[in-house]
Each structure stands twice: as C-alpha cells, then as structure tokens.
C-alpha cells in the first residue's frame, strides 16, 4: 500500500505492532533509507519501550516493551554469512519471549529461520513509501 508521510507510516507501523506476538521474526526488506529503522522505532513507540540495551554494539539492539522483549539486528555490515557465528543468533532468530525484526537479513541467509513475516518497504519519493507485508 502506499504511505504518503510519516505520520501515515506511524499509523501503519502501530497497526502492525498490535498484531504482533512473542516468537514472531519479521524481515525488514528495503534499500539504504527506505524506512527499515524508522519502521521498528514506530513499533517501539507503540509498545512503548522502557529500556533498551545493545549486547552486541551495531549488530543487535534490544528494547524491553511490556511483555516481552523486541530484538533488532541490523546485518548490514556482515562481510560474510559466518559472521552470524559471532553472535547468539539462535536466541535471535528462534526468540521466545521476545520479537525480532532484521535488517539486511540476506546477509545471512542460510542461517535464517523459515518463518519469517517479511515487510517490503519501497522509497518512492522523499516522504513516499510504498508497504506490503508477505
Ligand atoms: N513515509 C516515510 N516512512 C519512513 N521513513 C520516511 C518517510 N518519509 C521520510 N522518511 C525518512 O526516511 C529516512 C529512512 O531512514 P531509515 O534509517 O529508517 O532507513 P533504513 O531503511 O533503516 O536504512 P538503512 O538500510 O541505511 O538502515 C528517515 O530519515 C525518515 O525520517
Ligand atoms: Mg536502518
């Protein structure tokens, strides 16, 4: 669907978060300023995030909501596949009492889970993005 602003992506992004549930992997496909980052911090608002940690500087952001915990990796700087080996990627990719959304996850493709609700996000113009959710 196509989202015209911000405020129109906040409303997407909160009607999205109010579906969410524990154990979910959501995979975060766009281009560099698509709105991958911007996405996930209009779910944090909703959920309203209390305290946020990163165990692994750049890679994983951990955000602490009500009733579970979101994790957020970002793989963009992966030179490799492997690269996920540094880290507790299966905490991350089969999260329980927890969410994670990824950002550039093809970087580590043979490592992810099959399970993934993947959000397309398509910058069109400066404030135009066009959503779809598979
Ligand atoms: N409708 C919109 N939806 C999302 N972002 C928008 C919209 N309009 C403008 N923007 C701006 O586009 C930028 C998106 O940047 P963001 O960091 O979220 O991209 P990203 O997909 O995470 O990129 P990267 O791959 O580099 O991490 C932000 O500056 C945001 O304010
Ligand atoms: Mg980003």
């Given at each position: 669907m196509r989202i015209n602003s911000l405020n129109e992506m906040r409303d997407f992004a909160f009607d999205f978060a109010k579906k969410l549930r524990p154990g979910q992997v959501i995979n975060l496909v766009g281009d560099m300023g698509a709105g991958k980052t911007t996405f996930v911090s209009f779910v944090g608002e909703y959920l309203e995030v209390s305290d946020t940690s990163s165990p692994t500087f750049?890679?994983?952001?951990?955000?602490?909501?009500?009733?579970?915990?979101?994790?957020?990796?970002?793989?963009?700087?992966?030179?490799?596949?492997?690269d996920i080996l540094d880290i507790d990627f299966e905490t991350y990719f089969y999260p329980e009492d927890a969410i994670t959304?990824?950002?550039?996850?093809?970087?580590?493709?043979?490592?992810?889970?099959?399970?993934?609700?993947?959000?397309?996000?398509?910058?069109?113009?400066?404030?135009?993005?066009?959503?779809?959710i598979i």
């Open positions: 750049a890679i994983v952001n951990i955000y602490n909501v009500k009733d579970f915990d979101i994790y957020h990796l970002d793989l963009y700087r992966f030179e490799n596949e492997d959304f990824i950002e550039w996850a093809d970087r580590a493709k043979s490592y992810l889970p099959d399970d993934m609700i993947e959000v397309r996000i398509e910058k069109i113009n400066e404030n135009t993005r066009d959503i779809s």
